[in-house]
């Protein structure tokens, strides 16, 4: 059954480039701009959808090569598209691999279109998203504070220099962050503004035995009611787990990623008395035999747009509490449609284990009206409104993209950033 008004007449794709600042981790440093892909949707009647994914020209090709397949497909028969977008993106494997970010296209870009009609959905049944994922667990959606290590600068046209009268924050967002203390100020800087009630670091960077001896320092300044997660991006030998991972027992919620493949992770979980978390090891549902075989993780981060989409982080989350797997997602550089999918989805999870990872406090533009998407006591509210409950801001699109065309950038790639610092630094898979 169709029904002409639910029929999609048009997709739009607009690259955009967003200030990033200079975030440090194991593949090197975040260039100036972060790149998204804003998707929009429209059907035949008049109802427009919109959607966020992550951005390169490889991704631009992709959306082009189903952009006509797709018109005239209805928005509620989402399985033909996705085995429309499956046919037409081609990928050597369903699984991440060992690349510094995940760059599988057909889970990004199903996940894009899936995203804007659900939010088509949602605004023809003036409801939100979170209804047509199982329905409101909660209002509030708690995210943890994502700490970095970083260089000087807020990204974009400001470069790499700091603006000289600013405070709070927006200091710290601009702040050199790579010392013990500076870090330990990032994290109460970014606690007092957001109120936040957990704490990640993006660790990676540097040898195991500073970033471990900055854990112990975050755990001894914000005590043990602070949940403490810590991401090394397998930058360990399973050695250098061992090793360093039982230097923070006691101190961990959990432990990201500590080294690489799920067999090493099922390993290291019996030598350290840690709950393991992977957006790495497990990250696809052809993993997920191998993962219960082995037991790999205690929490699998999801992110919608490596999962392919919101409904099948529901089927993922609806895995993990059948095999005793905790569950919560992953986060990278994002604006506020990706910040409203998830919220939409951490809402209507039954149970909630932990507070959500999300970059969003980083980014100090935005392309949605009303500008930033508040977090407030930790948690940030299921926009109002039906579907998505955001709208673009056409001028902030306009300008984002204006930055994607001036700013030359169409890949993401932290290792040449970080070669501009230091020549002859590479990017290597176990680090340490
Ligand atoms: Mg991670």
Redesign the pocket.
């Known amino acids: 059954m169709s029904h002409s008004s639910h029929q999609i007449a048009k997709i739009i794709a607009t690259p955009i480039a967003v200030p990033d600042p200079p975030l440090l981790n194991c593949a090197g440093i975040h260039a100036p701009y972060a790149l998204r892909i804003i998707l929009e949707v429209v059907t035949e009647g008049g109802i427009l959808g919109v959607s966020e994914i992550p951005g390169n020209e490889r991704s631009m090709e992709a959306i082009r090569s189903i952009q006509g397949l797709l018109v005239g497909k209805d928005v509620l028969q989402l399985s033909q598209i996705l085995s429309i977008v499956r046919d037409e993106i081609e990928e050597p494997s369903d699984e991440r691999g060992g690349a510094p970010h995940d760059a599988r296209l057909a889970v990004h870009i199903f996940s894009a279109i899936e995203v804007a009609c659900l939010d088509i959905l949602g605004k023809m049944l003036e409801v939100g998203v979170v209804d047509l994922l199982g329905g409101r667990m909660r209002e509030r959606v708690p995210f943890a504070a994502y700490l970095f290590y970083k260089r000087k600068g807020a990204g974009g046209t400001y470069g790499y220099e700091t603006q000289p009268d600013i405070s709070g924050w927006e200091y710290h967002r601009q702040a050199e962050g790579i010392e013990t203390e500076d870090l330990v100020a990032q994290a109460i800087s970014m606690v007092d503004t957001f109120g936040n009630k957990s704490i990640k670091l993006?660790g990676g960077p540097f040898v195991p035995e500073k970033e471990v001896a900055d854990m112990h320092a975050l755990y001894d300044h914000f005590g043990p009611d602070m949940p403490l997660r810590y991401?090394p991006?397998a930058a360990w030998s399973y050695d250098t787990g061992v090793q360093w991972g039982k230097k923070l027992e006691g101190v961990l919620q959990y432990l990201?990623?500590p080294v690489k493949g799920q067999e090493n992770m099922a390993n290291l979980r019996k030598e350290v008395n840690i709950p393991l978390?992977?957006?790495?090891c497990t990250t696809s549902f052809s993993q997920i035999p191998n993962s219960v075989r082995v037991h790999s993780e205690d929490i699998i981060?999801s992110d919608h747009h490596f999962w392919g989409g919101l409904r099948s982080s529901i089927e993922l989350y609806r895995i993990c509490k059948t095999f005793g797997r905790g569950f919560s997602m992953?986060s990278n550089s994002h604006l506020g449609i990706s910040m409203a999918a998830m919220i939409h989805l951490g809402a209507a999870l039954p149970e909630f284990d932990y507070d959500l990872?999300t970059h969003y406090p980083w980014q100090n533009e935005d392309v949605i009206v009303g500008g930033k998407i508040p977090i407030e006591d930790g948690c940030a509210e299921i926009p109002d409104g039906p579907g998505l409950g955001v709208e673009i801001d056409r001028e902030q699109l306009k300008k984002l993209h204006q930055n994607y065309i001036d700013c030359g950038i169409t890949e993401r790639d932290d290792e040449f950033e970080m070669q501009k610092l230091d020549p002859s630094w590479r990017f290597v898979e176990e680090r340490y």
């Open positions: 993006k991401d991006n990201e990623d978390a992977t957006n790495m981060l992953h990872d």
